[in-house]
């Protein structure tokens, strides 16, 4: 098993950047997931933002956060992370941290372990 725990959210004004971390402990080797970023807006579902691949060497992104958004993960310290910068109001959710023993799925539902999330909000 693997727990989860994301941190750095806050509040930003519209432009600014945040980078949230997301730590993953338990009898597992963390390198043997595969992450992920989701995020969930009030009265919206949960939606895919990003995701890397267990060595990092491969990260996929939503259309709507291309160019703004970055995510890297450092094994050696069972962290994975999601630089967000240019940060729009609509950018405001609670983000989570998800890990799937499987690449490349941008499904919430493929994603076994997840964190408690952390709130970002960008105001205008």
């Known amino acids: 098993q693997v727990q989860l725990v994301e941190s750095g959210g806050g509040l930003v004004q519209a432009g600014g950047s945040l980078r949230l971390s997301c730590v993953g402990s338990?009898?597992?080797?963390?390198?043997?997931?595969?992450m992920a970023w989701f995020r969930q807006a009030p009265g919206k579902e949960r939606e895919f933002v990003s995701a890397i691949t267990w060595t990092g060497t491969s990260t996929s992104y939503a259309d709507f956060v291309k160019g703004r958004f970055t995510c890297s993960r450092d094994n050696a310290k069972n962290t994975v992370y999601l630089q967000m910068n240019s940060l729009k109001p609509e950018d405001t959710a609670v983000y989570y941290c998800?890990?799937?023993?499987?690449?490349?799925?941008?499904?919430?539902?493929?994603?076994?372990?997840w964190g408690q999330g952390t709130q970002v909000t960008v105001s205008s």
């Open positions: 998800a890990a799937s023993p499987i690449q490349g799925l941008r499904t919430w539902s493929a994603y076994v372990y």
């Open positions: 338990g009898r597992t080797f963390f390198g043997n997931y595969a």
